[in-house]
C-alpha cells in the first residue's frame, strides 16, 4: 500500500535561517507531488506542483522553493525564512497520467513557527 | 488521535436528486471545519467553512457537534457538482484531511 511521509512534524526557525521540508512517498511510481500551505485562518493554498524528477510549476511567487530530485521525493526549501513563513505544510500526492483518478493523498504535515 | 472521516469513497447520485456527503469528525472541542472540493484536472480549492455559514454553488453544510458531524449537503445535484470532495478540520493550525469521496453525477 501506498504512504506519505513529511518531517519533520514540528519545527521552530528563527528568520533569516534556511528550511528544508522533506515528503517521501512509497508504494507507487511517478507520481505527482503537491505542497500546500495553510496559514492561520486561511484556506489551503498551492504552492508547488510536480509531475516528474526535476518538473516543478510553482503556483505563487515567494519566498520558498522546491525540488524533486528522484521520483518520490519532494523537498520545500528556503534560504531566508520570513516571518510569513509561519504555517502549516502539507505533502500530497496523485497517481501520475497512468493512475487515472484524481484523488489526493495527504501527508501528516509540518507546522513551522517562524520566529 | 484526531480523525476526519469520510465514509463514502464513492457517491453516485442522479441529476437533480439531492446529495449528501457525509464527514465526521473526532475532536470534541470547537473545531473548525472545512470542505474542499477538487474537479477534474484543476487545483483543489476551498469549498466552505462552517465558520462563516455560506453557501457555495447551492452546497451547505452544518455542523453537529452532538453527532460530530459536518455533512455537506445540496438539494439538487447538478452534472458540474462532479467532483472529489474532501472533508477536514483545522485545530492549532494543523488541517487534518479526511480521505475524500469522489461524487459522480448520472445524467
Known amino acids: 500500500s501506498q504512504t506519505i511521509h513529511q518531517w519533520p512534524a514540528t519545527l521552530v526557525q528563527p528568520v533569516g535561517s534556511p528550511l528544508s521540508l522533506e515528503c517521501t512517498v512509497e508504494?507507487?511510481?511517478?507520481?505527482?507531488l503537491y505542497w500546500y500551505r495553510q496559514a492561520a485562518g486561511r484556506g489551503l493554498q498551492l504552492l508547488f506542483y510536480?509531475?516528474?524528477?526535476?518538473?516543478i510549476s510553482s503556483e505563487v511567487p515567494q519566498n520558498l522553493s522546491a525540488s524533486r530530485p528522484q521520483d518520490r521525493q519532494f523537498i520545500l526549501s528556503s534560504k531566508k525564512l520570513l516571518l510569513s513563513d509561519s504555517g502549516f505544510y502539507l505533502c500530497?500526492?496523485?497517481?501520475?497520467?497512468?493512475?487515472?483518478?484524481?484523488?489526493?493523498?495527504f501527508g501528516p504535515g509540518t507546522r513551522l513557527t517562524v520566529l | 488521535a484526531q480523525r476526519v472521516t469520510q465514509p463514502e469513497k464513492l457517491l453516485s447520485v442522479f441529476k437533480g436528486a439531492p446529495v449528501e456527503l457525509k464527514c465526521n469528525y473526532s475532536?470534541?472541542?470547537?473545531?473548525?471545519l472545512f470542505w474542499y472540493v477538487q474537479y477534474s484536472r484543476q487545483r483543489l480549492q476551498l469549498l466552505l467553512r462552517?465558520?462563516s455559514r455560506e453557501s457555495i454553488k447551492g452546497f451547505t453544510a452544518d455542523l453537529n457537534k452532538g453527532e460530530t458531524s459536518f455533512h455537506l449537503k445540496k438539494p439538487f445535484a447538478q452534472e458540474e457538482d462532479s467532483a472529489m470532495y474532501y472533508c477536514?478540520?483545522?485545530?492549532?493550525?494543523?488541517?487534518?484531511f479526511g480521505k475524500g469521496t469522489r461524487l459522480h453525477i448520472l445524467p
Open positions: 500530497a500526492w496523485t497517481p501520475g497520467l497512468a493512475g487515472g483518478t484524481d484523488t489526493q493523498y
Open positions: 508504494g507507487t511510481s511517478n507520481p505527482n
Open positions: 510536480s509531475i516528474g524528477i526535476d518538473q
Open positions: 475532536y470534541s472541542g470547537s473545531p473548525e
Open positions: 462552517h465558520i
Open positions: 477536514a478540520q483545522n485545530r492549532d493550525d494543523k488541517i487534518i
